[in-house]
């Protein structure tokens, strides 16, 4: 019998078994193990169901975006209960933290990407998805404006609109230039693939043209010249790359300029990475000290020219000039105009960026959601809840709340206002009733609403904001979509804290957010980790940390090899300079 035989055979014995979809065969050949899986549903015997109807039942959801946020919840979703379509221009989902290793080649482009069909493929269910940009967001009429991501002159670029029941919206935010001149046309931005590849490009460029004939010393040195704007991760871990880039492969390709290269970075604020602790922050500069990056602190970037930067000294009050060969600008993000525009729709004109709520739905939407870098948790305060709180507890109506009345409204207090949880740990308190003890420390029976008030009119004072990072958006996107596949189980049964405003309870936990850690790669095989616990981590160990988590937390085994594989060919063959 032939091995195609024996599974035609096989595959005709479990034909009529619905119940055994997987087939598993172990055999030896040649005296070599192979492993075959196999994997199909019968259709014999099942009974035929009307796709159209089944599709009526379904509510839509519209996700804009195929970042970390856009990316995790269609990861996470079950797409078998809800009509999925997710828009996004750029068709893959992208590893972020490991774009400054693209702009040098230390890891190539396609490894860090992975094709979103290829993500929604594996789910259940089916998640359509199309390649467009959104141009408008309609909440009044609940559908999107999308045009087609297409640059073929036959078509032209098509317009459509989707209408939803829910929408997401997961479209990250933009480079924030605050409006310098020049920042635009004479400046790199590094927040997407093609703007790492763009960085690639220029950095041999600037080499290639230094060692043209004829070029002055001084044309050189400014051809040489890179200038980094902003001390922030982005900017520091380019700022390393950079660096290890020059000194381990471009300096033996280009011996005659090696005197001549110069990496400066600005930063605006007194430190670089000054959301580390402190003691990343004084390694970083130390090291970048040692390695002859030029860290100029206290500067604000005043307008950027094609051949030279414009740089105002806080401390002096001096404006400077810099010559540069290339400016890669990392200072912050800002609001897409598609997000501005809907914001202006639902009254949130006068903020900075989009606000939800604590389960993410979008302040003014109920059916809208917003995740990621686009938007902005506002926790709210416990002293805009305080009368209802105190009401809620004092179940006697006395007038007066006891230590053990408020015992019994304390799980919810700390689930709606986590601030509450930041202040104890801040002042270095057990249990929440401690609050109710007078200003000398003693315990108190009983406390009236005004000195319930004034217990807790500190606890504000540490509600906290998220950063836009990858992890962030990532629990958020796992968050939404645990939420929607539970959606009617919670309605029925609410695992939420209590309505305080209100009755019942909330049909959900609200977000919270959980810190795994960050790092910060600083060159030369060494890296700097802050993890929980208030531990600090710096130096080589670290960076070998630093290649296992990020290996471990790409989208996909293909990834995880392509990755891996880079990091191995540049210990062995260095990186590939070529301009491609």
């Known amino acids: ?9 096989a595959s005709r014995a479990f034909h009529g078994y619905p119940f055994a979809p997987q087939l598993l065969l172990l055999s030896a050949i040649s005296g070599g193990g192979v492993v075959a899986y196999a994997e199909s549903q019968s259709d014999v015997g099942s009974r035929p169901i009307d796709s159209n109807q089944n599709e009526v039942k379904k509510k839509k959801v519209v996700v804009l975006g195929t970042g970390w946020a856009g990316t995790s919840f269609l990861k996470h ?9 997710v828009v996004s221009p750029r068709n893959y989902f992208a590893f972020t933290p490991l774009l400054p290793s693209v702009t040098c080649g230390t890891v190539e482009a396609r490894s860090i990407v992975e094709p979103v069909r290829k993500i929604i493929k594996k789910r259940s269910g089916e998640i359509k998805y199309y390649e467009a940009e959104c141009i408008k967001i309609d909440a009044a009429n609940k559908n999107v404006h999308l045009r087609a991501n297409t640059d073929n002159p036959l078509i032209g670029t098509p317009e459509f609109s989707l209408e939803y029941d829910y929408l997401i919206v997961a479209i990250g935010a933009q480079v924030n230039t605050f409006n310098t001149p020049g920042v635009k046309e004479n400046c790199h931005f590094l927040k997407e693939v093609e703007d790492a590849q763009k960085i690639r490009t220029s950095v041999i460029d600037c080499f290639e043209t230094a060692v043209l004939p004829g070029l002055s010393e001084e044309e050189q040195r400014r051809n040489l010249h890179f200038v980094i704007v902003g001390g922030g991760p982005t900017g520091v871990e380019f700022a390393a790359e950079l660096h290890d880039y020059f000194q381990e492969d471009l300096v033996k390709l280009y011996p005659m300029v090696k005197d001549l290269v110069k990496i400066t970075l600005i930063q605006s604020g007194d430190h670089i990475l000054n959301m580390f602790d402190e003691r990343i922050s004084n390694f970083a500069e130390t090291k970048f000290q040692r390695d002859g990056i030029d860290v100029q602190t206290g500067c604000r970037v005043v307008s950027v020219s094609d051949k030279e930067i414009k740089v105002k000294v806080k401390s002096k009050g001096e404006v400077c000039s810099v010559p540069h060969g290339l400016v890669v600008w990392s200072t912050g993000v800002g609001t897409r105009p598609v997000v501005r525009d809907f914001m202006e729709q639902i009254g949130q004109a006068n903020r900075r960026v989009l606000v939800t709520d604590e389960w993410l739905r979008v302040k003014g939407c109920d059916d809208v959601y917003a995740i990621g870098d686009c938007a902005t948790i506002n926790q709210r305060k416990i002293m805009e809840d305080i009368v209802a709180i105190f009401a809620a507890a004092d179940t006697d109506n006395s007038g007066t709340l006891t230590v053990a009345e408020f015992q019994d409204v304390v ?3 700390i689930i709606r206002y986590p601030q509450v949880e930041n202040y104890l740990k801040s002042k270095h308190l057990q249990d929440v009733t401690d609050l ?22 500190l606890v504000d004072s540490q509600r906290k904001s998220l950063p836009a990072t990858a992890q962030v958006a990532a629990q958020q996107g796992t968050y939404l979509s645990n939420c929607f596949n539970r959606r009617e189980q919670c309605e029925a049964i609410p695992e939420g804290p209590r309505r305080f405003r209100g009755s019942g309870q909330h049909h959900f936990l609200p977000f919270r957010y959980k810190h795994f850690g960050q790092f910060a790669p600083l060159g030369g095989e060494e890296a700097a980790a802050e993890l929980p616990g208030d531990w600090v981590s710096t130096g080589h160990s670290t960076q070998w940390l630093w290649y296992s988590v990020y290996a471990s937390k790409q989208v996909s085994w293909r990834t995880r090899v392509l990755v891996v594989s880079d990091w191995t060919r540049k210990f062995i063959f260095g990186r590939d300079s070529s301009r491609i």
């Open 1 to 9: 019998m032939t091995i195609s035989s024996f599974f035609i055979r």
């Open 77 to 85: 979703v079950d797409a078998s209960h809800y009509d999925v379509q």
């Open 411 to 413: 799980d919810d207090i």
């Open 436 to 457: 109710l003890k007078d200003s000398e420390g003693n315990d108190r029976k009983e406390v009236n609403i005004e000195e319930f008030k004034l217990a807790l009119s």
